[in-house]
């Protein structure tokens, strides 16, 4: 990266970072365009067509096309906040996604299995009782986290899918705070790029989404490693 001081600086820094979610963002959104389709005609649809007839493709792009694509972004902006080399930003994202492809659709298809769970108990329960689909709605927003914590692992670690999504348990419930930011910063870019700024959401919120959420992940194992070695060091001491 080339070096400015000054005014010239900022403005080249600023140049620089808006280049990487714009060009992350664009080609996530391009791979996607059958899934932000698929949704966009559910919203937009004759309600009395069916559910079905739209969750029935979504279960074949979120696990070959929505999840893989996701993660090779995540692993994209993990590359900035380690301030890695990265000479190419759209030949990086490829190379990740082609490097991760097979096992990120192994996870594709766990996370397509979990969030249909939740979704038939949810249409369930909140037919019968008002309360009971809330709290079905509130372990949805657990899930969320959850899946974008399962992202962040899966983009920063090399571990069997087993082990990404039982870990990606334990650190949801086992940080709350982590948890609860990741949620509200989502949560804000979402409803801003979809009540207000519209035209974040093909160019910067996914890719913003991601930074955001391995920011505070990358940060809660940084503190996890030091601990670790920590207490290493201690147990050398002793001996």
């Known amino acids: 990266m080339r070096e400015f001081s000054g005014l010239t600086g900022i403005l080249y820094a600023l140049a620089e970072w808006i280049m990487r979610f714009f060009t992350v963002n ?37 696990p070959f096309l929505f999840v893989p694509t996701t993660i090779a972004m995540f692993a994209a902006v993990r590359e900035w906040i380690l301030n890695k080399d990265q000479p190419s930003i759209t030949k990086s994202y490829l190379l990740h996604l082609k490097k991760s492809y097979k096992k990120s659709m192994g996870l594709g298809l766990a996370l397509t299995g979990i969030w249909l769970i939740w979704l038939v108990d949810f249409q369930f329960f909140k037919s019968l009782n008002e309360m009971w689909g809330m709290a079905f709605l509130a372990f949805g927003c657990v899930l969320f986290i959850y899946t974008i914590n399962l992202f962040s692992l899966s983009a920063h670690y090399q571990m069997k899918n087993t082990a990404l999504l039982k870990n990606a348990f334990f650190i949801t419930v086992g940080k709350p705070v982590m948890s609860l930011f990741i949620f509200a910063s989502n949560l804000a870019l979402f409803y801003v790029s979809i009540t207000q700024l519209q035209f974040l959401l093909p160019f910067f919120t996914g890719a913003l989404s991601a930074y955001l959420s391995f920011l505070m992940f990358y940060r809660f194992t940084l503190k996890v490693e030091e601990k670790v070695q920590a207490a290493n060091h201690k147990e050398l001491d002793l001996k």
Request: hydrophobic letters at 70%; a negative charge; charged letters at 5%.
């Open 26 to 62: 664009i080609l996530w959104f391009i791979f996607n365009l059958p899934t932000v389709f698929l949704v966009a005609s559910f919203f937009f649809s004759n309600p009395d067509v069916g559910i079905v007839t739209y969750l029935l493709p979504l279960v074949i792009f979120i």
